[in-house]
């Protein structure tokens, strides 16, 4: 389980993304991947991944979450006039 544990960490650093490695039974990334903000919304991804290594099972156990969290408004603005007093007349 050592080889493939050292193997995983090797795998886990082509990712380019910080990561614990915890007593050669866990890998842990916990990163923000993306943080916008703008006058009118806020936007946050967060990646997390945790592998197991379980020896005496000789079992891997691999969780991983995407997170977004999105806030603000939206505002859409058009340049439309309509007269209704002599039927439907639309300009665009």
């Known amino acids: ?3 493939v544990f050292k193997e995983a960490i090797e795998i886990v650093k082509g990712y380019k993304l910080p990561f614990d490695a915890v ?4 890998i ?3 990163q923000e991947l993306l943080e916008e903000s703008s006058f ?3 936007q946050k991804i967060a990646y997390e ?4 290594f379980f020896e005496k099972k ?3 156990l691999f969780y991983q979450k995407i997170t977004e969290k999105s806030s603000g408004f939206f505002i859409q603005y058009s340049k ?3 007269d209704f007093s002599h039927g439907m007349n639309c300009q665009r």
């Open 80 to 82: 439309n006039t309509c």
């Open 1 to 3: 389980m050592e080889r």
């Open 58 to 60: 000789k079992q891997i």
């Open 23 to 26: 007593d050669s039974k866990l």
């Open 28 to 30: 842990k990334i916990d």
């Open 40 to 42: 009118s919304n806020k």
């Open 49 to 52: 991944c945790q592998i197991f």
